[in-house]
């Protein structure tokens, strides 16, 4: 079969409406990302009916403007890929809908989408070199931290994931308790420039012989570190005063973070000999995560462009563009999957 293909993608898993043109499975024709972060920067996080009634509002836009920005109309595009889960079902919903009733106007296949699959795919869309399997990928997003081993295309074996907050949720938490706005990472990652990550010692949770992580003990060290800073305080309701040593604590705090990812990661590479690490999801942009893990690894880091760590469609083309040659074809009644696992 020719791998000539033009889908187009769509994503509504969480607080971004997206929807993207991709050729070939690399060349990205267009990528429209409509953000909602101003909607719930007053609540610190994700705020699910009105993100979903923001999907709704903007969909169609995003997803016509793709199109005019690539120069297409519906009959030049092979198939409609779509993210079914997981995610918020009320925002699956939205885009998962809109792909079906295209799908159905304009008798093209439809393909339900994994985001976390596709969140490692949007790293082929950046190196023409491809990665060498078996592959050690870590993906780390606002609801994910999940190790998992890919000895093939297509092939997941989950090793571990976090047993309470995700990576970018405890950046989401902590940045709202150190009065910094939604979306965290990005706000922490910039003030911690400033700061310096020696000041406060925060615990790392190891959880030693498991690929596990736990992030919560974390998040409650820093609020009680803010608390004894700040008697008067209470965190995550009030913002805090000029005093506190914001920037220490966003340091100290992210090198925490990174220091038991990086840890792990290795760990979990050399344990199963992988030839290369991947890391992907919104949290994989965090510049310090990045180096240090490029650092300390003897094999190839792999990480996607800036642009394309946080959500969009271009990713959710990429696995369509791989599943609709794999003769993936799915019907146009299939459902959201709110809490998909990454399994092959
Ligand atoms: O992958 P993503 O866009 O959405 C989900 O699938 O969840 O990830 C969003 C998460 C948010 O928690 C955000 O705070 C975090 O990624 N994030 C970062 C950075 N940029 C985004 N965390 C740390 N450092 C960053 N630079
Ligand atoms: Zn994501």
């Not at 990472?185 to 925060?202: S, V, Y």
Request: net charge negative; proline share 5%; with cysteine.
């Amino acid at each position: 079969m020719s791998e000539e293909t033009r889908i187009l993608g769509i994503e509504t898993s969480c607080d971004e409406t997206a929807a993207a043109v991709l050729e070939n499975g690399r060349h990205i024709v267009s990528n429209i990302v409509a953000s909602q972060a101003e909607i719930h920067t007053e609540f610190g996080g994700v705020f699910p009916e009105l993100a979903s009634r923001a999907h709704i509002e903007t969909i169609h836009q995003v997803v016509s403007s793709a199109l005019v920005e690539a120069h297409v109309g519906l009959e030049s595009i092979d198939a409609i890929a779509v993210t079914r889960g997981p995610g918020l079902a009320g925002s699956l919903v939205v885009g998962l809908n809109m792909a079906k009733g295209l799908a159905m106007g304009a008798g093209l296949p439809l393909l339900g989408i994994n985001h976390l699959e596709a969140h490692l795919y949007s790293i082929w869309l950046a190196d023409e070199d491809e990665p060498s399997f078996p592959l050690l990928a870590l993906i780390v997003s606002g609801g994910h931290t999940e190790l998992i081993l890919m000895r093939d295309h297509l092939q997941y074996e989950r090793l571990g994931g976090t047993l309470d907050d995700a990576a970018g949720e405890a950046f989401d938490k902590v940045a709202r308790l150190l009065g910094l706005d939604y979306p965290g990472g990005p706000a922490i990652e910039e003030i911690a420039k400033d700061g310096d990550m020696d000041t406060f010692k925060f615990p790392r949770a190891w959880m030693e012989d498991t690929w596990d992580f736990s992030f919560s003990g974390l998040k409650t060290a820093v609020l009680r570190e803010v608390r004894s800073l700040q008697p008067s305080l209470e965190a995550g309701v009030e913002a805090p005063e000029g005093d506190l040593p914001i920037a220490d604590l966003a340091a100290s705090f992210q090198d925490a973070v990174v220091d038991v990812l990086v840890g792990k990661t290795l760990a979990a590479a050399k344990e199963f000999e992988a030839n290369e690490i991947l890391v992907a999801g919104g949290v994989s942009a965090n510049l310090s995560l990045r180096s240090s893990l490029q650092a300390k690894s003897k094999i190839p880091v792999r990480v996607p462009p800036l642009a394309l760590c946080t959500d969009n469609a271009a990713m959710i083309a990429a696995v369509g563009h791989r599943r609709f040659l794999n003769g993936q074809r799915d019907a146009l009644d299939i459902d959201v999957l709110p809490n998909w696992p990454l399994t092959s």
